[in-house]
Structure formats: C-alpha cells, structure tokens
C-alpha cells in the first residue's frame, strides 16, 4: 500500500531525507522513530504531497505521489506535527468545513461525524472554538480530521504529542484497532509507544535508514531494551560522521 522508491529531499545544503526505500503493507504499523532533524516530518510531508521530493517518489494505494498527487490525497488521512486548524472556527465548523474540502455530503457526512466525534472523544468540545482548546484536546481535533474519510493510508506525525497519559493510551488503542484494515505510519520519539502500536519499526538518523526490523527483534538485539538499541542505532553513527 505504500511503496517509497529513493526519496530525496534538500533544504540548500541540509539533506534531510537521503534516498530512502522501504514499503509498508495493510495491516502494518510502521513506527518512524529517530532523534530530532532526522528527517521523519519531511519524509512523512511528502508522502502526504505537502513537499515535493527532490528525485525519488513513492506509490500510496497504487497512486504516484508525484505524478497523481490528488488521488494520494484522497486515500489518505495525514496528521501534520503541528496539526493546522483554524483557531476562530468550533470544532463542528472545523469538521464541516473538512467534509466540504472532501465532499463528504448529506448522509455521508452525518454518518462519518457520527462515527468520528465519539472515536476521537471530542463531544464536550464540539460547540468550542479551536483556539480554546487545551493541546490535548486540539491533537484530537487534528486526528479527527485525518480519520473523517475513512482512509486506508494513515500518516501520522507524533499522534501522542501533547496527549495525558490516558489519552495517549486512548489514542494508541484506536490505532491499533484500526491497523488490520489500514496501512499506517506513526513517528515518535517515545520508545514504549513503539512497542505498544508498531508491528515494525524503521530508525532514520541524518536522512538515511539505520534500521528496519520488528520491536521484538530490535530489543532482542540490544539487551532487551528498545532504549539502548535507538542511542547506539543513533548515537554510533553520529560518532563515525564527526
Ligand atoms: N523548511 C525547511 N527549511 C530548511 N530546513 C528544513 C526545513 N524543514 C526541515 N529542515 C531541516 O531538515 C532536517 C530534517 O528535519 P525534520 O523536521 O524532517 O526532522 P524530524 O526527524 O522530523 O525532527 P523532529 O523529531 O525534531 O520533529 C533538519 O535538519 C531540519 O532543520
């Protein structure tokens, strides 16, 4: 369901993203995990088509990020970093205004409000304006927005962040009851939500894949825990680049 093929992408002379390849297939979680500038929110955004690669593409549900980004848009649901939304509007608004921009109409969108407003817990903000949220509330607003239409591709850049401890595992539950049927990227910087959601996890340290294996296999390998195997997985490399 996802096929990424040598993605690339500078920033002048920043290599954000080095040539990378791997594939994700339904019922996957891939957990995106690396330390900060490794690149994972600009893999992620051009996978979503918000950045363009600068050689290299990839396929999500069969469509061509660079030469069919539409049809990308349309089979996937993408929850930025810092999920964008429009402070002056109600979440009702927010949402309403997503179903136009998806023309999710009539009953389809009675059904998919019906369906997500419980799924991402946000009835008591329903009528609130956006800016009045806490974070925790706004993240949920930002996942309800990306899971509206129902799709089978699910990008999702650090889903947790901002969230409590029970709404984290709130929200870890809804991913993983959703993973059979989807094929979903997470990234974050949270080792344990690794093992809680991720059936497979890449490292990216300095644009380029460290690592690609399961949770389970890479605490194996590093003393049973998940924590040594990121510093070493991360930190060697560093080393060896100074
Ligand atoms: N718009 C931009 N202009 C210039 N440099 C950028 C831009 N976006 C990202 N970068 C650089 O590209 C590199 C990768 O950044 P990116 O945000 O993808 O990393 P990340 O792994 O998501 O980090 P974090 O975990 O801190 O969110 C960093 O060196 C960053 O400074």
Same mark, same amino acid.
């Given at each position: 369901?996802?096929?990424?093929?040598?993605?690339?992408?500078?920033? =002048?002379?920043?290599?954000?993203?080095?040539?990378?390849?791997?594939?994700?297939?339904?019922?996957?979680?891939?957990?995106?995990? =690396?330390?900060?500038? #490794?690149?994972?929110?600009?893999?992620?955004?051009?996978?979503?088509?918000?950045? *363009?690669?600068?050689? =290299?593409?990839?396929?999500?549900?069969?469509?061509?990020?660079? %030469?069919?980004?539409?049809?990308?848009?349309?089979?996937?649901?993408?929850? #930025?970093?810092?999920?964008?939304?429009?402070?002056?509007?109600?979440?009702?608004?927010?949402?309403?205004f997503i179903c136009d921009a998806r023309q999710i109409?009539?009953?389809?969108?009675?059904?998919?409000?019906?369906?997500?407003?419980?799924?991402?817990?946000?009835?008591?903000?329903?009528?609130?304006?956006?800016? @009045?949220?806490?974070?925790?509330?706004?993240?949920?607003?930002?996942? #309800?927005q @990306?899971?509206?239409?129902?799709?089978?591709?699910?990008?999702?850049?650090?889903?947790?962040?901002?969230?409590?401890?029970?709404?984290?595992? *709130?929200?870890?539950?809804?991913?993983?009851?959703?993973? %059979?049927?989807?094929?979903?990227?997470?990234?974050?910087?949270?080792?344990? *939500?690794?093992?809680?959601?991720?059936?497979?996890?890449?490292?990216?340290?300095?644009?380029?894949?460290?690592?690609?294996?399961?949770?389970?296999?890479?605490?194996?390998?590093?003393?049973?825990?998940?924590? *040594? #195997?990121?510093?070493?997985?991360?930190?060697?490399?560093?080393?060896?680049?100074?």
């Open positions: 369901m996802i096929k990424v093929d040598k993605l690339r992408r500078t920033f =002048g002379p920043i290599v954000a993203v080095d040539s990378i390849s791997f594939e994700v297939e339904q019922g996957e979680v891939l957990g995106f995990l =690396g330390p900060n500038g #490794a690149g994972k929110s600009t893999a992620m955004k051009m996978l979503a088509c918000f950045l *363009e690669p600068d050689s =290299g593409t990839a396929q999500i549900n069969g469509y061509d990020i660079v %030469k069919d980004p539409v049809n990308v848009r349309k089979s996937l649901g993408y929850l #930025a970093e810092s999920a964008p939304a429009y402070g002056e509007m109600t979440v009702a608004g927010f949402l309403r109409k009539g009953a389809d969108r009675k059904k998919a409000l019906e369906r997500i407003v419980p799924m991402c817990s946000i009835e008591s903000v329903y009528h609130q304006t956006i800016e @009045t949220l806490s974070k925790g509330y706004k993240r949920r607003v930002g996942l #309800a @990306t899971l509206i239409h129902d799709p089978k591709v699910l990008i999702l850049d650090e889903p947790t962040d901002g969230l409590d401890p029970n709404q984290k595992h *709130e929200v870890r539950q809804l991913i993983s009851k959703m993973a %059979k049927d989807k094929c979903i990227i997470v990234s974050t910087h949270i080792l344990e *939500e690794v093992e809680a959601v991720c059936s497979r996890t890449i490292i990216i340290a300095n644009g380029q894949i460290r690592t690609d294996t399961t949770p389970k296999e890479l605490k194996k390998e590093h003393n049973g825990s998940l924590d *040594e #195997a990121f510093r070493m997985i991360t930190l060697n490399k560093v080393k060896s680049d100074n």
